[in-house]
């Protein structure tokens, strides 16, 4: 559906992405919208659509009233100084929740069911059986039940884990135990031996996985990292793979991206690692978000997804 509205002004600013096929998207989507990619002392705008942009551009823009982030995660975003009267709204789902779930699942499964060692077996040419585990053996926790948390926990409930959530609040969600707050956190760990985070960066959180936090998991833990890189002190995951209390980890995120090379991460055994790609912004779907949501502002009506700056997410 074409939405109809009358001239607004949208400034996009976003690093490492195309800006053409944006452009063209958010043209089709808001005829009669003047849209045009930020440059030094472009014009005053009404919208930003941004990723990672500079602190020069929040400065030349005073006078916007939403900043669209083309992602989850906001913390990019809230380092820098914003325009005073400016909402910033995050992507909410936008095809990113079942990406993330496909992927989680995929990396528990995978090494669930060691299918890691059943495909050393095949390239070697043995065939050779393995104990089946027990699902009740393999307690998961998921760390953040957001947007794409919740969506993580229940695909994974499907599969009869026995499934653990922390958030900041309390939850309430189908076949998963809660726990909420920092007074429950070492609780939580201590019913986990899988770990999956999707926490938001945010000062809380920077650092969450570290050597306590592994210490307290059940012994044959595994970490998923699928949030971001700072949430993991990196040389404490190592050692406790090391020292054989963690049995391995799927990280996907990195304190620097791309992944220097030389990091103990790309060679060790037990570590798979992924280019930041568990779940990626569709192009199509954030621009119908994304439209749909300035037309609801442009009318005073209230939008999903808007970002508390003081809480961090
Ligand atoms: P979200 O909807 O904002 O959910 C965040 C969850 O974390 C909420 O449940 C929140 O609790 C909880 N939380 C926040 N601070 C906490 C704290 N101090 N202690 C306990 N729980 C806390 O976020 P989302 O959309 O699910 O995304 C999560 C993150 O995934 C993003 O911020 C981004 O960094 C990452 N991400 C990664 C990729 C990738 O490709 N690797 C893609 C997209 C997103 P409440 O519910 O109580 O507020
Ligand atoms: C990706 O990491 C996102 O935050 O959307």
């Not at 989850?72 to 936008?94: E, H, I, N, Y």
């Not at 027990?134 to 998921?142: E, H």
């Not at 190592?238 to 103990?264: K, M, N, Q």
Request: hydrophobic share 45%; aromatic share 8%.
């Amino acid at each position: 559906m074409r939405l109809r509205l009358g001239p607004m002004k949208i400034t996009f600013c976003c690093t490492d992405t195309k800006a053409e096929p944006w452009l063209q998207g958010l043209a089709a989507a808001l005829p009669g919208a003047d849209i045009s990619v930020w440059q030094p002392g472009a014009p005053q705008a009404d919208y930003a659509v941004v990723w990672a942009p500079p602190q020069q551009f929040m400065d030349e823009q005073p006078a916007l009233k939403a900043l669209f982030n083309i992602g989850a995660g906001v913390d990019a975003l809230l380092k820098l100084r914003l325009p005073p009267k400016a909402l910033v709204v995050r992507l909410d789902d936008a095809g990113m929740a079942v990406q993330m779930a496909e992927y989680v699942c995929h990396a528990v499964i995978r090494h669930f069911r060691e299918f890691d060692g059943y495909e050393a077996d095949t390239q070697a040419g043995r065939w050779g059986y393995r104990k089946p585990r027990l699902r009740s053996d393999y307690p998961i926790g998921v760390m953040g039940l957001g947007v794409l948390g919740e969506r993580v926990a229940k695909a994974l409930a499907l599969f009869d884990f026995p499934i653990n959530g922390w958030s900041r609040s309390p939850k309430a969600i189908d076949g998963v135990r809660g726990f909420a707050g920092a007074d429950q956190f070492n609780d939580f760990l201590a019913a986990s031996r899988v770990l999956v985070n999707l926490l938001p960066l945010t000062p809380d959180t920077t650092n969450v996985i570290n050597k306590g936090t592994l210490a307290r998991l059940q012994p044959g833990a595994y970490v998923i990292n699928v949030a971001r890189g700072a949430h993991l002190v990196d040389e404490d995951l190592v050692a406790a793979i090391d020292s054989g209390h963690v049995a391995g980890a799927t990280l996907d995120v990195f304190r620097t991206e791309p992944l220097p090379a030389g990091h103990a991460f790309w060679t060790h055994p037990r570590i798979t690692v992924t280019p930041h790609t568990s779940a990626r912004t569709l192009r199509d779907e954030s621009i119908a978000q994304i439209a749909r949501k300035m037309v609801a502002l442009e009318r005073g009506e209230a939008v999903a997804g808007i970002v508390n700056p003081a809480r961090g997410y």
